[in-house]
């Protein structure tokens, strides 16, 4: 195989925002199927008409921004991203609020965190303003897809990927980003109910050094045949550990980690293994404003042991964009068992979960200003 010197990846920010083309679908869902659809969306499985494309090549940076019919993208066989993993996403919501406007939760973090994952796997950097006006481009043709029952959203998913012709390991210098939406229902419909969770001591998501901390797809594919045992294990989700000892604490296949101590601490890992969650962040502001003491540090599966025997963790939750937050009832491994299958929900997990959802949602003041309008 051959290996080519690298090339360097500088910034491609705009000096001037770019300038979206629009192309309508022709074959825009009416809207009895829409409303069908809205009616009963589950999540990622169905999409808006539309969907948003921007190239970047070495020689032209970001150009041919464009909103067009949602349909297939096509690549070439020998496509960087087939063959050598470069690819990053995120992952947040549009919101409905009651006076039928549409918002969007810290999408500048999400801009950021985009950015750290392109510079971790060698890509080019989207700016901050041209990723939150993809958002605003796309909710302009696609707005009415967004639906208005209780807790549910519009899903939107950037992504970024390698797209040049090309077998040499070096960075792509033909890129595509993308951002396609899909209606999103309330993630427990039958009301928020705590889940048990599994710990993986056999496989690890990520090692020092690599790349958890990056958003990309090779990380939830390495969680998913651990994901798959914890399904036989009866757990709706695996807990990994730290790669280089075996004893702290990381974070869930796909959510972070918080414990809850009786003198009102939460403590959620740190590492440089771990993904920077939005929804981990705002909970801790969140905390804070209410007096709580917050710890963000090495936590070790035997400090949760101990504090689970001693009653001094009296709740733990789980956090991420998709679920916002999820009461964990018991922490199930080969060798013991922390909690109680039929726990109930703590009360401080449900109070945070109310009030982040509440201004998500427009139901209260958004005194950190963390909610951008994407129809307006």
């Known amino acids: 195989m051959t290996t080519t010197a690298p090339t360097p990846i500088t ?9 979206f083309q629009l192309t309508p679908s022709t074959d825009a869902r009416a809207v009895l199927e829409r409303e069908a659809i809205l009616a009963d969306p589950g999540f990622g499985k169905h999409f808006t008409d539309h969907m948003v494309q921007i190239e970047w090549t070495l020689d032209k940076g970001w150009h041919n921004a464009e909103v067009l019919p949602y349909g297939k993208i096509s690549l070439d066989p020998a496509a960087s991203v087939f063959h050598y993993a470069q690819e990053i996403f995120e992952g947040l919501k549009a919101y409905r609020h009651a006076d039928g406007a549409i918002y969007t939760f810290r999408p500048e973090m999400n801009a950021a965190r985009l950015q750290r994952s392109a510079v971790r796997l060698a890509l080019p950097e989207l700016s901050t303003v041209d990723f939150i006006e993809s958002l605003k481009q796309l909710i302009a043709v696609d707005g009415s897809w967004v639906p208005d029952a209780a807790e549910t959203s519009l899903y939107l998913r950037p992504f970024e990927m390698a797209t040049e012709s090309f077998l040499g390991v070096r960075a792509a210098q033909k890129v595509g980003f993308y951002v396609i939406a899909s209606p999103a229902g309330a993630y427990f419909s039958g009301g928020v109910s705590p889940v048990n969770i599994w710990l993986s ?13 990056a958003k990309t797809g090779g990380n939830y594919a390495s969680s998913l045949l651990p994901q798959e045992l914890a399904y036989t294990k009866g757990c709706a989700q695996v807990l990994f550990l730290d790669a280089q000892e075996g004893k702290y604490l990381e974070e869930l ?24 969650g939005i929804t981990r962040d705002s909970i801790m502001q969140l905390a804070r404003d209410r007096g709580h003491d917050v710890e963000l540090r090495k936590v070790s599966i035997e400090e949760w042991k101990a504090g689970s025997a001693s009653g001094d963790i009296v709740e733990v939750f789980a956090c ?25 929900a703590g009360e401080l997990t449900m109070s945070l979960r109310q009030e982040l959802t509440d201004i998500q949602y427009g139901r209260l003041p958004d005194r ?5 309008r994407l129809d307006a």
């Open 368 to 372: 950190h200003g963390w909610l951008t």
């Open 11 to 19: 910034p491609a920010a705009t000096e001037f925002p770019l300038a």
């Open 253 to 276: 296949g796909g959510m972070n980690l918080f414990l809850v101590y009786k003198d009102g601490t939460l403590v959620t890992p740190e590492s440089d293994s771990i993904l920077a």
């Open 320 to 344: 991420g964009t998709a679920a916002v937050i999820t009461p964990v009832a018991q922490l199930r491994a080969e060798d013991f068992t922390l909690g109680e299958a039929d726990a109930p």
């Open 201 to 213: 001591t056999e496989f690890n998501r990520a090692g020092r050094g690599g790349m958890g901390a």
